[in-house]
């Protein structure tokens, strides 16, 4: 059985808690991997590592940091194909995707190797006579990233790369359930040259998870996950005097307005809905459609994902993996077979679904519930798996009030033809990131990713200009000096004295 250690001071550290996690082939639903647990004092290793590593890398120059991170993004690059790979073994998204996921994360790599605008500074001279005012952002120290397992390659570079072409270093805590991802994101990043120290992975469970969180050398923390965590991560890190970005779930709402190519919606549903199984923050998992043409886009989109096929990420004709784990996929399910009772109708159910000869699978099919109430638990949970609920609105003043109403607001999407309309969605949804005829407003890299409401805890958004913001810290300078032709300075160098 393959065993994932830790990467710690730029070398494999074997687990020394005793402790051990299951990994799973999601497709065969067969333990592949066990990934080392880590306590407190190995946690503790990884953050003096990181800190003795920031006593060099924090004054590096930058010309040293983007290059570094240039034959980075040249490694990834050519290992594309392998990182995929892993992604598939362990998560269970099809190849494709994996892919996708990884080309994202590419983006703030590109974005880090372009550092030097970001930390370019401000000046002002004569502000007063003989006084001039700079502004600048230094690195932090150690900061530490939480990572979640739907994306175990992509998020992470949503994180690290940032940070350390800031100067800081960097210990990452990648979810337990697919871990090798990001261990091979580390080695990559030694082979292009990253010193020792400057880039650390711990893997454990709460209890490593604590410990980055209470743990004093490290100056801030970063998360994505589930909105309850986030809130719990965002409390405790945050009593503990760091600063913190968590970013939290989600409940995206699509509203489809009369007007709408109902075909282009249609196709937007199915993607956004089930791509990736649904796991994943940005999805959308409700569509609200103005009543006049609901009944049409349902059609529509029952037509469209009754053709999905499901199965195994390493089968190229697979549009559509397995869930996570069996836990997660039998939870996704209840909300399905309970959807009847809290009024809904169940247009297509795929909780029967099975894969032949991968029988032990985490499988899971596309599901499509239609006249879903409010106050069902379909509607008001984030369920992270391949099921659509579908709302019902009458004007598009109710279809906006009720994604309002939502404790979440990650992301939305609104599909018209008329621009006005459009303009007016973006303005007056409640949401941080909006899409107009895009199903999935994921910001490309040099702009921030971030919700509202219980879609994020704190102030700044990931990567972009807010990543930067996050990962350093301001200081002003306020400097005089005196003119060189003043008589009392040391050194006369010769100039006027009728200055």
């Known amino acids: 059985m393959k065993t994932v250690n830790h990467w710690i001071g730029g070398k494999t550290v074997e687990g020394a808690s005793g402790n051990w996690g299951p990994v799973t082939d999601p497709a065969t639903g067969a333990v592949t991997t066990q990934v080392a647990l880590a306590s407190t004092e190995e946690v503790d290793a990884a953050v003096s590592a990181a800190k003795e590593a920031y006593a060099t890398w924090g004054t590096s120059s930058l010309a040293q940091r983007t290059s570094i991170l ?263 399910a209840t909300y399905v077979t309970g959807a009847a009772g809290q009024g809904a109708e169940v247009v297509l159910d795929g909780t029967g679904y099975t894969v032949d000869g991968f029988e032990d699978g985490h499988w899971i099919g596309l599901s499509l519930l239609d006249k879903v109430s409010t106050d069902s638990d379909a509607y008001r949970d984030e369920i992270f798996g391949p099921v659509l609920c579908v709302l019902r609105a009458e004007t598009y003043e109710d279809g906006l009030a009720l994604i309002n109403a939502s404790p979440y607001g990650n992301g939305t999407a609104v599909f018209t033809r008329d621009g006005g309309a459009a303009r007016r969605f973006q303005l007056e949804v409640e949401a941080g990131m909006v899409g107009v005829n895009v199903p999935i407003p994921v910001p490309v890299g040099y702009h921030s990713f971030g919700g509202w409401k219980d879609s994020l805890f704190g102030d700044h958004h990931i990567y972009g200009n807010d990543g930067v913001h996050f990962y350093t810290r301001g200081k002003v300078v306020t400097t005089r000096w005196p003119d060189p032709s003043e008589g009392h300075i040391g050194v006369d160098l010769g100039f006027p004295r009728n200055h």
């Open 70 to 332: 240039f034959r980075y993004r040249a490694l990834l690059d050519a290992r594309r194909d392998d990182i995929a790979a892993l992604i598939t073994a362990e998560h269970g998204k099809v190849h494709s995707d994996a892919l996708g996921e990884v080309a994202r994360g590419l983006e703030i790599v590109e974005l880090a190797c372009g550092i030097t605008t970001q930390l370019k500074g401000e000046l002002s001279t004569q502000v007063s006579n003989r006084v001039d005012v700079s502004a600048i952002r230094q690195s932090l120290g150690v900061v530490a990233g939480i990572t979640p397992f739907n994306f175990p390659a992509m998020v992470p570079m949503w994180m690290f790369p940032l940070a350390i072409a800031c100067g800081n270093t960097f210990v990452l805590k990648p979810s337990e359930k697919d871990p090798s991802p990001a261990h091979l994101l580390a080695e990559l990043a030694a082979e292009a040259g990253l010193p020792d120290g400057v880039l650390n992975v711990v893997h454990g469970d709460k209890v490593a998870v604590d410990a980055l969180l209470t743990h004093p050398g490290v100056a801030a923390v970063s998360f994505v996950g589930s909105t309850p965590i986030a809130r719990y991560i965002h409390a405790t890190a945050s009593a503990n005097g760091k600063r913190v970005q968590a970013l939290g779930g989600a409940k995206n709402h699509m509203l489809v307005l009369p007007d709408a190519d109902l075909d282009a919606a249609a196709d937007a549903a199915v993607s956004a809905a089930y791509g990736s199984a649904g796991e994943r923050c940005m999805a959308i998992s409700a569509v609200v459609a103005i009543s006049s043409i609901a009944d049409e886009l349902v059609d529509k989109i029952r037509e469209r994902a009754e053709k999905i096929k499901i199965g195994p990420g390493n089968d190229p004709e697979s549009e559509m993996g397995p869930l996570i784990t069996k836990a997660h996929r039998d939870k996704v």
